[in-house]
């Protein structure tokens, strides 16, 4: 019994697919497919920087404007002429320090991360505006299309880009010293500090792997619209919590897992991908996400009262 | 010599914590450190694990002067710590625990779970590698520390008050690993204030007093009373006595009462009496009062209190019913601690200092004041936040509180864990001030000399159920016979 509730993520991900194939002709098509996997990359990347961060006990807010700023400052970067890879790169550092600063933010001055990056939500966006004049960027070459666009032997490139993550954060979590430390100070962050666990270089780790990876989904989102856009990504943070939460994170800290996210991501993206097909208007499909982040962790929560 | 300390000051911003600490351990040795709340024990091993820096003095590790600025410091000396509340991460594995801090930058999980295992197997621990630690024991979570301890190779352990919150079982564990440490040639700090289990482990007693040593000597050359006496810093009897009162009307009864983890629990409270309750650890003692309170619903049974029977499915019921608990975590379900004292004696019954339906902080005040007076709690104001006071303070203010909501029926639940001796005793005595006023009281328990010197009579629990009932001038053996039936028979 306990097994099943452990594996219901995975089976409402399973029942979900198969109604949709059922349900709609055009679900099981490549196209309808493709578009489905772009669409979900993007988040479930961000989302996979914010497992790392949820499970040290943290919380970035701010992922939504370091997409933005990210994709913005990467396409500036080749519109001013710079090669295709170096304006990836660029918007991945810019990615990379905006978690940094988060990082430090949070361990310098003591700062709940909740608020840190509240602040941090609001700096980023508005300095991409900034930076902007608030006008999008769209003079980029045609082949930085690929990255959000192209096909890697026939499937969507993103796909390979999220395996590649999802495999590597995976390895950290698991298999490294910073990931068991992500664990132990969401766990018991006071018996971290006893265990002589250079705490804040970790914290700092952490935000700045998410800042790295949003870096890298904001790249990706401005090659899917060719267009570097100063208002890309609102809301996104929200939608990575939820995937990180349905796949069974705590914002406790200490809990989550990255195909637990994947499969948050993943239902949110079906529900939206079939909500389009089957004709539901997007109000409702807000109302039903909604719904169902409360029941995923509702159940979470009476597995774990059982256990 | 393993660890000295010499004239060791401390202080935190006016106030000396420490104003003249001298301890020394030899290996293979037991090291007892006594003192009452406040005497500086915490201070003095803090200093030594590396938590806090000493202000003055020295500290000699193996002849040599150290400064150990963090515990990561006092680790790499050999020092650590097995804390009161266990410092793991309940998220992590037993062997994940053990490793936490030293692991190399690629994790062999297979590697350390073979390593944590044959460290177990070595010291004979009931544990298993792969557990998660949120699953163990307060017990088993000091094995896990005890491990990580000696995998770190630390050559002193300080436990501080490892078995105030263990079974006689775990206490007995305990004891023998503290020994095998000892056999081991490792030293080791224990502090306790169980004045019981001093023999069975001490070599050596140092105590500690405002701050200051007072005594250090072989644990042979003094007695029991005189190490309380030099505690307290004046003649203490260790011993409590009261005089019996004639218990009145029945005021609560019990009967056949079940919930999830309690089972066709049926007893009596009278007016003006004191009922001890004895029993291991996981007996059934602290669920029974939360049954009785309302927070773990009932499942069948009834409860009569002044003879009228009531539904008790919420504390909201029991309090209205005259029902005080007085838990065992006061910190955590007795108090609110960022609150002044005034507002926690009036938490459970606010509407007597709201006159039409307003707040009445001045009547709130003085409300405090009264009560503060009457049981003589040590505090600067009423105004001061309840989480600034001793344990001893903060369990008058608790039965404060619910002197205020005029409850009748008093549930102590280990009432005396975490206090002063002195403490204790008006603790003792509040006790039996309510008794004599009128009220029934149900007095848990893990300590059997407190109970045989406060209760009238001693209902003891095994395993969910009453197990059997003891007059109050009985012995421990009997006590423990009943507690433990399965394993002496």
Redesign the interface.
Known sequence: MRRFQKLLPFLTLIVLFIALWIASPYFLTQTNLSSLVRQTAVINIMALGMTIIIISGGIDLSVGSILAMGGLVGTMAMEKGLPIWIGIAIGLGVGFLCGLLNGVLITQLRIAPFIVTLGTLGIFRGSTLLISGGLPVHNIPAAFSYLGGGNLLGVPFVLWILIACALAVHFIL????L??YA??I???P????????PVAFHTVSVYAIGGLLTGLAGMIEASRLMTGQPTAGSGYELQAIAAVVIGGGSLHG??GSVVGTLIGAFIMGLLANGSDLLGISNYVQQVIIGAVIILAVAVDELRKRRA | MLLALESVRKRFGGVTALSDGNLSVEAGQVHLLMGENGAGKSTLMKIVAG?IPRDEGRMLWRGQEVFPR???DA?ALGIAMV?QE???????TVA??IF??????????RQMVEHAARLIREYGFPLAAEDRVDRLSPAGKQMVEIC?AVHNGSSLLIFDEPTSSLSLDETEAVFRIVRDLRERGMGVIYITHRLDELRAIGDRVTVLRDGATVHTSPLSDVTTGQIISLMVGRPVSAIYSREALTPGKPLLQVEKLNSAKVHDISFTLHAGEIVGMAGLIGAGRTELCEALFGVDPLRSGSIRVDGRPVSIRSPQDAVRAGIALVSEDRQRTGLALRLPIGANIAMANVPAISPGGVLNLRKQTSNAVHFIDKLRVRASSPRQLAGRLSGGNQQKVVIAKWLFRGARIFLFDEPTRGIDIGAKIEVFEIMHELARSGAAILMISSEMSELLQVADRILVMRAGRVAGELPGRTTQEEIMHLAALEKTA
């Open positions: 698991e298999h490294t010293r990931g068991r664990f132990a969401g766990s018991n006071a018996a971290a500090v006893y265990a002589g666990i200490g809990e | 938590m963090s515990p990561s680790s804390h266990s410092l793991l991460c309940p998220h992590l994940e625990n936490l801090g030293r692991e190399p930058v690629i994790v062999s999980r990580r």
